[in-house]
C-alpha cells in the first residue's frame, strides 16, 4: 500500500530511468502530430495520413421520403437520409446510440496510439513538450499526444489520459490538472470544424464586412489561451483551498488498494 | 499445435505491430463501452429532464443580469446554456437568435469562444471527468472554472472585436 503511494507521487523518477531519443521515436511523435491534427483530412490519397479520414463513418439510411406531384402524378420521390442514429431521438436511449457513434473513434484512436507509443514517440513527446507544458500548465510533457487527441475527440483525450494514469505516467494532481485542461473548450478543433464554421459564416453574412476569416483564427487562439487560463485558475484553487489534496489522494488510493485486496 | 507454440515464442519475443493495435484498440473498446457510453446516457437523461422540466428557460433568466454585465442582450445568456446542454443544439439556438434578431452578428463572434468553453460541458463532465475519475468535489469546481473563464473570453472579445 506504502509502495503504491509512493509510486502515484514520484511519477518525474520512473520515467527518467528508461528514456532514450530514438529516430523511430521521433518519426512517430512526428507522425501523431500530423495523424492527429487533422491537416492532411482529404479525400485525396494523403487523407491516409489523417485519423478522422481513416476513422470514416457510418453508412446513411433513409429516414423518410417525399413526393412531387405534377398533373396528380408523382413526379419525383425525394429521400431524407441520416445516420442509424436516425432524427428526433432523445433521452437515454438516444444517448445509448449517440455513445456507440463515438465508440469507433476511441477503438482506433487507442489502437493506434498504442503503436505509436510502442515506437517511443511518448518519450520524444515527453522531452519536447516537459519545457512548455510543466511551467505553463503544471502537467509533463508526456501529456503532449494526449492533448493532440483530445483537440479532435474528448473521448479519445479521456481515454488516453486514462491509459497515462493506469501506467502511472501521472500523478493523481497532473490528472486533475489535466482534466480541466481538456474539459474547458473540449474537443476544439472538431467542434470548431463542424459548428463554428456555421456560426461565423451566419454572422459574417449578416454583417457589414466586420467579420473576416481573422475572426475564425481569433476565436481559436482566446480559446487556446482560456484552457491554459482555466488550468492555472484550478492550479490556483488547489494551491489556495487544497492544500492536503495530495495526502488526501494518497490515502484514498491505499483505502482503495486495501479494498481490493479483500 | 505448431502455430501454438510459434505464437508464444513470438510473444514472448517480439510483438506484432497489428497486434499492439488491437490490444491498444481493446483497451478503447473498454474505456468506450464501460466508462464512455454509461455516462453519455446519463447525460442525455439529464438533458432530457432540462428540457422536459423548462429548466433551462430558468437557468437563462438567471444569465440575463449577467449578460448585460458584459453588454449583451439576454438573449446571449438563452445560447450560452444551449451551447452548455450539446454543440449542436447551441447552434441551433444561435440561428434562430440570430433570425429573431436578438443577437446580431457581433454578439455572436463575442460569444464564440465562450461557448466552446462551456460547449457540450454537461455531456464532458461524464465524457472527460467520469471517464478520467475525476474526484467528485472537482466536478462542480471545474465546472464553475470553465464559466469565469468563459466570462473572461467574453470580456476579451468585446474590448476585441
New interface residues.
Given amino acids: 500500500m506504502q509502495s503504491n503511494g509512493d509510486v502515484l507521487m514520484t511519477t518525474d523518477s520512473s520515467s527518467n530511468s528508461s528514456s532514450k531519443w530514438s529516430l523511430t521515436g521521433v518519426i512517430a511523435f512526428c507522425f501523431a502530430c500530423i495523424f492527429f491534427s487533422g491537416l492532411l483530412q482529404s479525400k485525396e490519397w494523403w487523407g491516409i495520413f489523417d485519423f478522422l479520414t481513416l476513422a470514416g463513418n457510418f453508412g446513411k439510411v433513409v429516414h423518410s421520403v417525399s413526393t412531387k406531384v405534377a398533373d396528380g402524378h408523382v413526379v419525383e420521390v425525394v429521400a431524407k437520409t441520416t445516420s442509424f442514429r436516425g432524427s428526433g431521438g ?3 436511449t ?3 446510440l ?3 457513434t ?2 469507433p473513434m ?10 505509436i507509443e ?1 515506437l517511443g514517440a511518448l518519450e520524444v513527446a515527453r522531452r519536447l513538450m516537459e519545457p512548455l507544458f510543466r511551467p505553463l500548465l503544471g502537467i509533463p510533457g508526456i501529456c503532449g499526444l494526449t492533448a493532440l487527441g483530445s483537440f479532435q475527440t ?2 479519445v ?3 488516453m ?3 497515462l ?1 493506469a501506467r502511472k505516467l501521472l500523478n493523481r494532481r497532473e ?2 490538472l489535466f ?2 485542461f ?7 478543433l472538431t ?2 470544424l ?3 464554421a ?3 459564416a ?3 453574412a ?2 457589414d464586412g ?2 473576416t476569416t481573422t ?1 475564425i483564427g ?2 481559436l487562439v ?2 487556446f489561451v ?1 484552457k491554459i ?2 488550468t492555472n ?2 492550479r490556483l ?1 488547489m494551491a489556495l483551498f487544497d492544500k492536503t489534496f495530495d495526502e488526501r ?1 494518497a490515502s484514498m488510493e491505499a483505502q482503495l488498494t486495501a479494498a481490493d485486496a479483500r | 499445435m505448431t502455430t501454438a507454440t510459434n505464437n508464444a515464442t513470438r510473444a514472448a519475443d517480439k ?1 506484432l ?1 497489428t497486434e ?6 481493446r ?3 473498454n ?3 464501460t ?3 454509461p455516462n ?6 439529464i438533458i ?1 429532464i432540462l ?1 422536459m422540466s423548462h429548466g433551462l428557460d430558468i437557468i437563462s433568466k438567471g444569465f440575463e443580469p449577467v449578460m448585460s454585465l458584459f453588454g449583451l442582450p439576454g438573449a446571449a445568456g438563452i445560447m450560452l446554456i444551449g451551447y452548455w446542454l450539446s ?2 443544439g ?2 441551433g439556438v ?2 434562430a437568435l ?1 433570425t429573431k434578431g436578438q443577437l ?3 454578439d ?2 463575442v460569444m ?2 465562450a461557448c ?2 462551456v ?3 454537461i455531456q ?1 463532465l461524464g ?3 467520469s ?5 467528485g468535489r ?1 466536478h462542480s ?2 465546472q464553475v ?2 464559466f ?3 466570462f ?2 467574453i470580456a ?2 468585446q474590448a ?2
Fill in positions: 432523445a433521452g437515454a438516444d444517448g445509448f449517440f455513445a456507440l463515438l465508440a476511441v477503438i482506433f484512436a487507442m489502437g493506434v496510439f498504442a503503436i510502442h474528448v473521448d483525450g479521456a481515454a489520459t486514462n491509459d494514469m490528472k486533475t482534466t480541466q481538456q474539459f474547458c473548450a473540449g474537443g476544439l467542434n470548431f463542424m459548428t463554428g456555421v456560426l461565423l451566419t454572422a459574417a449578416t454583417h466586420t467579420i475572426s481569433l476565436v482566446v480559446n482560456m487560463l482555466a485558475l484550478l484553487y489522494t | 510483438k505491430i499492439i493495435f488491437v490490444d491498444g484498440a483497451k478503447g473498446w474505456a468506450a463501452i466508462s464512455m457510453m453519455v446516457v446519463m447525460a442525455f437523461v432530457r428540457e454543440m449542436g447551441g447552434l444561435a440561428l440570430l446580431n452578428a457581433h455572436l463572434v464564440a469562444p466552446y468553453i460547449g457540450s460541458n464532458y465524457r472527460i471527468l471517464v478520467i475519475g475525476t474526484e472537482y469546481v471545474m472554472i470553465n469565469i473563464t468563459g473572461v473570453s476579451i472579445m476585441i472585436v
